[in-house]
């Protein structure tokens, strides 16, 4: 299943829970499942509101905790010591760790020792592990989402009184597409901007999909002029029966000259870094038949200004050409097989005609290859003959 985030009017922990609820998860359930990490002196109200006419789930959680602040080095051990699957914990940790990334730069301390105020709460785990619990109970496999509206005015918070967007909102959303909503009020929370650029493989309009039910999770307040709510549409890929989805992702290309070509392969592995899906070296005559090489990049929406930034900072290049591209590509997802070597990552492939096929990822075989002195073509063709599915799905 796809999930794609409409955030019309922003998106916040609360509004997302609220959304996943009002899409069919427990609440007794969801209860359970925090209060395993574990949570305590907290619950979890839902209640049905209306905004605008349209009916949506409204989440307060209540705690009776007077730690209403931790750091992240606090946050992150009492997740991973939970016994929470790995998916959960994974994602509940990545959307940490960027919240904890912005919190550092802008506050100049180190990401370990950043102290949480509005997001180190009870309330601010339940909403990102909670968030995390969600996509596993749903199972849902990829997250596409709107391009983000924000508001206006000042917010009140521990450290005074912000602009809005808030610093971290702002520092989270770096590469995502924003636009400005003249609202005069926080859209994006830290927390919802956390969980969105997190989770989101692209941005821009609703895929091809076919419907299968909509959440909808309301703000705390009442917007005059749009109702304040995040809608979630859950569906299936219109050609999912084919094995083959379609996405639109990013091309950026320029062209090179002057620059040495050994460092062609140490930009190549920064773009890998910084989220590149695949980078190409062409050999291209310029101007005056200098050869050169021309540079072109995929990636996705949300990674194109780390990679431009990379490009023009790393290379010779002092422009860099962009445009949308659409691309067909065979389901995958990422699983643990059981192989003779043990247990390790690899994707299962699902081809046009329903069948499927384990491909090995090349570092793991790398790795394999080196450590038991033998060459990668036998590590590949062991693991093709002998490997079976041996461990739990993960998410692309």
Known sequence: MIAYFDCFSGISGDMTLGAFIDLGVPVKWLK?????????????????????????????????????????????????????????????????????????????????????????????????????????????????????PLGTGFVSCAHGTLPVPAPATLEILKGIPVFGSGVACELV?????????????????????????????????????????????????????????????????????DMSPEIFGFVMDRLFEDGALDVYWIPVFMKKNRPGTMMQVLCRKSQKQAIINRILSETTSSGVRYYDVERAILAREEIIVKTGYGMIKAKQITDTDGSTRIVPEYEVCKKIALEKNIPIRIVYDTINQRSEVGGRKEKR
């Open 32 to 148: 359970e499942s925090l209060r395993s990490i574990p949570l305590t002196g907290f619950g979890i109200t839902v209640s049905s509101v209306f905004r605008h006419g349209i009916k949506a789930k409204s989440i307060n959680i209540h705690t009776d905790d007077n730690e209403t602040s931790r750091n992240y080095r606090d946050i992150k051990s009492l997740i991973e010591q939970s016994p929470l699957s790995e998916m959960v914990k994974e994602n509940s940790l990545k959307i940490f760790e960027r919240l904890a990334n912005a919190e550092s730069k802008i506050h100049g301390c180190s990401v370990e020792k950043v102290h949480f105020h509005e997001v180190g709460g009870i309330d601010a785990i339940a909403d990102i592990a909670g968030t995390a619990l969600c996509l596993e109970y749903l199972d849902i496999e990829s997250i596409t989402a709107s391009s983000l």
């Open 189 to 257: 929370t830290p927390t919802g901007a956390a969980i969105i650029a997190t989770l989101a493989e692209s941005y821009g309009p609703m895929p091809d999909i076919t419907i299968e039910k909509t959440g909808y999770g309301a703000g705390k307040k009442d917007i005059e002029s749009k109702p304040n709510l995040l809608r979630i549409i859950a569906g299936t890929p219109q050609n999912h029966q084919t094995g083959c989805q379609k996405e639109t992702i990013v091309m950026m290309e320029t062209c090179i000259d």
